[in-house]
């Protein structure tokens, strides 16, 4: 498939289109929204040697930026975007010059834009279709930082939720002056959603009210939600 190599993982895949995973590994995680540095992502492979970590990042600057960095044959980047589709697509990203960032949604100030880009987008279930699940049992952690649509990446995991073991999204505040058609509906439905899915709390969560974030989780991947198989 096309898909396959725009996405950078062709060669990655086994006959039977699974991703090819080092025998020694027992934990997966997977962390959307890398920026330059893939802070999570270094965090995690560091932790322990038996963990493969599944990078996804939209924007090329920050691609060339994470080559730069040996995470080693425990780590795959894949370059597009997640968004809550039936299949792969194409979209609009745009990237701002005030947060680095990037989003689906609109900003409000078009003096923010640095410019617009057409991204290769992909649901988390379409990813996980591509786990060998004869091998794992669950996701061990999940975390996004989707710049106002985390709740849609979220949903986007669709039939294997019930494979996952932690959930964790920064989702700021400051957001909502910077993006077209965000509410704060979204963050409470986003905590609403994991819960209803038999996610809690974890322990150690608390507010980051220096961030001014609802559920500001990208700088201690120990916060979010848990469930416990």
Known sequence: MEIYKE?????????????????????IRIDVGLA?????????????????????????????????????????????AISNTPSPTKQTFYHL???????????KDESHLKKKEIINTFS???????????????????????????????KSIGRYLPR????????SLNNLAVFKGLSIDVYSDLMSFLVQNQFAPDDR???????????????NPRRGFMKQF
């Open 124 to 154: 988390l279930e379409f990813l996980l279709d591509h786990i060998p699940w004869d091998r794992f049992e669950y996701i061990e952690h999940i975390k996004t930082d989707c710049e106002g649509t985390d709740y849609e990446a979220i």
């Open 36 to 80: 330059g540095n893939a802070p999570n992502s270094a965090l995690w492979l560091e932790e322990t040697n038996d963990r493969f970590v599944f990078g996804i990042e939209p924007l090329e600057i920050h691609h060339q930026h994470l080559k730069q960095y040996d995470f080693g044959e425990r780590f795959l980047l894949i370059k597009g």
């Open 7 to 27: 996405l950078g993982i062709s060669n990655f895949l086994d006959d039977n289109n699974k991703f090819i995973i080092p025998p020694y590994i027992n934990h």
């Open 205 to 219: 969560y608390v507010l980051d009210t220096e961030r001014k974030g609802l559920n500001s989780l990208h700088d």
């Open 97 to 107: 010059h005030n947060t680095g960032g990037s989003s689906f949604l609109e900003p």
């Open 164 to 171: 996952v073991g932690a959930i964790s999204s920064e989702v």
